[in-house]
């Protein structure tokens, strides 16, 4: 990873665009809907530093005199720098960003390829629903409560999980907001049968091949269990996902681990899948199995 990804929070935040064209209204419109205080600053005006005091953000348009010029200024007034397509004055990148409100998706290159990122941005928002903020603000709204009723991690997580597949979800895509809230508090109170499992991951690699069901159960996981796997398929995986090696655990205890609601993800070659799925099946589990697209 050559770049962290950090979301910055925006409500109460100054944000200063410096620069006139077309690039500075490029991230004004970025930047539209959002809470943040929006400040536009050109001519000699973007050259002072007190201009900038209190700013989280401050993105820079113009030619190089005036882009190094305000970037100095920015920086000695507090803010975090973006000067367009001039990566050695920036401290950060702007990602191409998938805007649902409180989901947001952001894909960045560190700078070297914004239209692969574009292009990458196309083909991942058509599978974000546009209602997905919907649901994510409800939760946020919710949150406390939520930390109280499930104050254990892993059954906040088991809950929300449902929450996430069942009717709370499918009202709020659909906008139905008075009935996802009144469908999440009933399910609070009278709880969601948490169904655990097990998923088997033919993962010899490369990690191309995954289908987008195994790489979503990956990024599921409660428990991964590692076999002789891909390191590439490995990595993968939800990063705080307990791990586990597959040589260390006996398939009653991979059964137990399903029984108790958790999701267990085994990465192991594809050879080993059926031997395994064989074995949890005769003891009362049916593991799915996860194979690799064929290779081209």
């Known amino acids: 990873m050559d770049a962290f990804p950090a979301f910055i929070p925006l409500a109460g935040r100054r944000v200063v665009i410096a620069g006139e064209g077309e690039a500075a209204e490029a991230k004004a419109r970025l930047l539209l809907g959002s809470p943040a205080e929006l400040i536009r600053l050109t001519g000699a005006a973007a050259l002072k530093p007190e201009n900038y005091q209190g700013a989280a953000l401050a993105f820079i348009a113009g030619d190089d005199v005036f882009a190094a010029a305000a970037a100095q200024a920015a ?33 960045g290159t560190s700078g070297a390829a914004p239209m692969m990122a574009s292009m990458l941005r196309g083909d991942i928002e058509m599978a974000i629903p546009e209602g997905a903020g919907r649901m994510a603000a409800l939760l946020q709204m919710r949150r406390e409560d939520l930390r109280r009723a499930f104050p254990k991690t892993e059954a906040r997580r088991a809950f929300l999980r449902g929450v996430l597949d069942g009717p709370v979800s499918v009202a709020a895509l659909a906008g139905d907001m008075p009935t996802a809230e009144r469908l999440l508090t009933e399910a609070m109170v009278g709880g969601i049968a948490q169904s655990g499992r097990v998923r088997l991951v033919a993962a010899d690699g490369p990690a191309e091949l995954l289908s987008l069901k195994a790489a979503r159960a990956l990024s599921e996981a409660d428990v991964l269990v590692v076999g002789d796997a ?18 260390d655990l006996s398939p009653p205890t991979l059964a137990a681990m399903a029984e108790a609601g958790r999701q267990v993800v ?31």
Request: positive net charge; proline residues 7%.
């Open 266 to 296: 085994v990465v192991l070659p594809l050879a080993a899948c059926a031997g395994l799925a064989l074995t949890l099946r005769g003891l009362g589990v049916t593991a799915e199995r996860l194979l690799p697209a064929p290779a081209a």
């Open 230 to 247: 891909d390191p590439g398929v490995v990595v993968l995986a939800r990063r705080d996902a307990q791990r586990l090696q597959l040589a």
């Open 75 to 107: 920086r000695a007034g507090g803010a975090l720098v973006n000067a367009v397509d001039r990566p050695g004055l920036s401290d950060f990148n702007t990602p191409a960003v998938i805007d649902r409100g409180a989901v947001v998706a952001a894909i």
